[in-house]
């Protein structure tokens, strides 16, 4: 029984841990799969962080700091499909830049209006997603052997945006692989030339992935700090931004094994806390700073190229010019 509430438990906090992830993920492979690399989504997370938290604190309503928060990132998006697209600037400088201004306005910002170090105050109740009882979880986790439990403390139990990342995980496989749009958005990140020669705009295509990705970033960090957490801090991203691009990557630009990339990320995050103070056999107890940083190193080796051979759209991190 004491194994079976530690693997629950686990795998709880694996989901929660994954869910910043799945959404950051989600919103890079609809910006790649278009040709424009997207290096801000750290940036576009941590502005929609900062925004989602403010304006939840005043309103004392989350889904305003939620709606708030897609409209900081999409906004930077824009600043990003600007600066990439229609100025053919290069991308990656683009992208560095927009964490850099999200690093320094968010700190700024916060010092200026609520006088806390760069932090907003913190959030009560009303003012957080709190965790939604499904019908019947605790009736069913006490007279179902197995399943009950799992049903309880795994599947019942999370906020709203928590059953939302399993819908923008389908949606974008939906869109992009069921729907003509996706056909669309896929060839441009292919052969834009292509999509050119028939009739289609390359910028409008590509302005519209990168707005889909600004609006799955702002629910990311919208997640952060009025769901997981229940303020702003700083730097609360903690590079999450490029885990997501790596578990991208890592998944070869499809949301099945990018959902899968962020789960193993969310749970090497988890382990942090599980293992604290557990003697492993034959090495003893390790520190805990070894875990922590477990889901960088991993990001680090994933971006350097051991994973075998993942191939990107061919036309990434390429300005289309249009030929005359």
Same mark, same amino acid.
């Given at each position: ?13 694996? #989901? ?38 403010? *304006?939840? $604190?005043? %309103?004392?309503?989350?889904? !305003? ?16 499909? $600007? ?24 700190? %700024? ?9 760069? /932090?907003?105050?913190?959030? $009560?109740?009303? /003012? ?23 049903? &309880?403390? !795994? ?30 958005? &896929? ?9 050119? %020669?028939?009739?289609?705009? *390359? ?15 702002? #629910?990311?960090?919208?997640? !952060?700090?009025?769901? /997981? ?12 931004? $490029? #885990?997501?691009? +790596?578990? *991208? ?18 749970? !090497? ?34 971006? +350097? ?15 289309? *010019?249009?030929?005359?």
């Amino acid at each position: 029984m004491e194994l079976l509430n530690w693997i629950l438990s686990t795998a709880d906090s694996t #989901i929660r841990l994954a869910v910043p992830l799945i959404f950051a993920a989600m919103a890079g492979i609809f910006s790649e799969r278009s040709g424009v690399v997207d290096i801000g989504l750290e940036g576009k997370m941590l502005m929609a962080a900062f925004t989602a938290a403010a *304006v939840s $604190y005043v %309103t004392g309503n989350p889904w !305003l700091g939620l709606i708030a928060a897609i409209c900081s990132s999409m906004l930077l998006a824009l600043i990003h499909g $600007y600066a990439s697209i229609t100025q053919k600037g290069d991308q990656i400088i683009s992208g560095l830049a927009v964490n850099f201004f999200a690093s320094g306005m968010t700190v %700024t910002l916060g010092h200026a209006w609520f006088k806390q170090g760069g /932090q907003t105050p913190t959030l $009560y109740n009303d /003012q957080r997603f709190l965790p939604i009882e499904l019908p019947g979880a605790e009736a069913i986790g006490e007279s179902v052997p197995l399943l009950g439990p799992v049903y &309880r403390d !795994l599947i019942s139990g999370h906020n709203i945006l928590v059953y939302l990342s399993v819908f923008a995980v389908v949606f974008t496989w939906w869109l992009l692989f069921r729907t003509r749009f996706g056909l669309r958005l &896929r060839a441009v990140g292919e052969e834009p030339g292509a999509i050119d %020669t028939a009739g289609i705009s *390359v910028v409008w295509l590509r302005y519209r992935a990168v707005l889909m990705a600004g609006l799955l970033c702002g #629910i990311a960090g919208a997640y !952060l700090s009025t769901a /997981q957490n229940a303020a702003f801090g700083k730097e609360m991203t903690a590079g999450q931004g $490029y #885990i997501a691009l +790596a578990a *991208v990557i890592f998944g070869k630009w499809q949301p099945r094994n990018a959902l899968l990339a962020c789960l193993l990320f969310g749970f !090497l995050s988890a382990l942090e806390t599980r293992m604290q103070g557990v003697e492993i056999p034959l090495v003893g107890v390790l520190p805990t700073q070894v875990f922590s940083a477990l889901p960088y190193v991993l990001t680090v080796v994933l971006l +350097a190229g051991f994973i075998g051979k993942a191939v990107a759209p061919k036309s990434i991190g390429k300005p289309y *010019v249009k030929e005359r």
